[in-house]
Nanobody
Framework: QVQLVESGGGLVQPGGSVRLSCAYS????????MSWYRQAPGKQRELVVT???????NYLDSMKGRFTISRDSAKNTVYLLMNSLKPEDTGVYYC??????????????WGQGTQVTVSS
């Protein structure tokens, strides 16, 4: 099985920064893509950005230039650095990986979510 553990959320003042981490574990797991999603209060979950093996996909328009996804393959971890935070960035952020467990099929796996609240 694949497990994802997220960390790094919390209360942040407007204009501040926070870095989210998502560590995945699982034996004989072939990683495809890693993504971050956000679910704002009362809204549907939306894709923030995806990291592909060869590059990075588009960021959600409202986050371009402020958020940066990165991955550390040696640590099996993906990060989301969030700068110049705004109150509208508030929400639960979810990490998702798409990969293959030996003997299985390509599937999505989700973290538990971490709350980010931007408020003064």
């Amino acid at each position: 099985q694949v497990q994802l553990v997220e960390s790094g959320g919390g209360l942040v003042q407007p204009g501040g920064s926070v870095r989210l981490s998502c560590a995945y574990s699982g034996s004989e797991f072939r990683l495809g893509t890693m993504s971050w999603y956000r679910q704002a209060p009362g809204k549907q979950r939306e894709l923030v950005v995806t990291s592909f093996p060869g590059g990075t996909g588009n960021y959600l328009d409202s986050m371009k230039g402020r958020f940066t996804i990165s991955r550390d393959s040696a640590k099996n971890t993906v990060y989301l650095l969030m700068n110049s935070l705004k109150p509208e960035d508030t929400g639960v952020y979810y990490c998702q990986v798409f990969g293959l467990v030996k003997g299985g099929t390509w599937s999505d796996y989700w973290g538990q979510g971490t709350q980010v609240t931007v408020s003064s």
